[in-house]
């Protein structure tokens, strides 16, 4: 694959509201020169490139849109994979593993049988594993299979904590990192505000800041999938702009940190998983995961929550050897 080639082309795989949210944030950024739309309901799909191709005239630029088939991924420099059944209220990412399993497995091999050789970005749920089972399937790099991981995760934390603190949520610096889901956690010695650390800020007795504040933004980070489900039945925004991040830094070659599901490879001491973890983002994908100094107590959180994903793709291989 050329890394630096001009041509900017996204195969989108799955027209729901997740790929749709995406493909239209992707359109009025103009970041992509073209996209294709691919889903297992071929209409849809050729109705969601109209409606979008109606909209080009407004967005200044001039991105080719069409439905397609896999053979259109040949060619395509990143895969987009957001195919999959929705969480339902009261569902876990990891109840979604085995219904999501095969729709997922199919579209890796589809992708890799018509000769695909750019980067997958996995938004499918639960993310982790979704993206670890992609690269078991087609055998790619690790660093040219990432998941949207806990990305939109750190949006809803950086967003929080501005509201909090009075500040413009582009000067918080701070990460939500683990699994996409219930064991995922937020390193605050790692937090800031600008150029100070919030640990700083809530133990300074002239703030009103406190501990257990920070730790109800904790929660309410954790939950806020659970919590939009229940209000309006799925999420999508959220997380349609945070894959055109990810797509940005790629096409951009920025080398940006952001958080993604990367796989671990001997850093903080964890192997063999995928994981949220601060990220550099190149052309070239993954290029090198951010150890930051967690505190012991952050260390244990995140290893609690790497064995987790382990351990559920141990008992799903277990009982069927097939899906993982």
Known sequence: ?????????????????????????????????????????????????????????????????????????????????????????????????????????????????????????????PVDLMTDLVRRHTGFPPNRVIGSGTGLDSARLRFLLGQYFGVDPRNIHAYVMGEHGDSEFVPWSQAMVSTRPVLRLVNDRNNNFNFDELYEIEAEVRGAAQKIIECKGATYYGIGMAVLRLVKAIFGNERSILTASAMLNGEYGENDVYVGVPCIIGREGVVAVVETDLTPEEQDKLSQSCDFLRSVRREILRTDPTAV
């Open 1 to 125: 694959m050329n890394y630096y080639c001009d041509k900017r082309k996204v195969a989108l795989v799955g027209a729901g509201l997740v790929g749709m949210s995406f493909a239209y944030a992707l359109m009025i950024s103009n970041a992509v020169d073209e996209l294709l739309i691919i889903d297992i309901d071929r209409k849809k799909a050729e109705g969601e490139a109209m409606d979008l191709n109606h909209g080009l005239a407004f967005s200044g630029g001039h991105m080719k849109i069409a439905a397609g088939d896999y053979e259109g991924v040949r060619d395509a420099d990143l895969v987009v994979i957001a195919a999959g059944v929705a969480q339902k209220p009261g569902e876990s990412r990891i109840a979604l593993l085995r219904r999501n399993a095969r729709i997922v497995t199919s579209v890796a091999e589809s992708c890799d049988r018509a000769g695909f050789d750019g980067i997958f970005l996995i938004a499918t749920n």
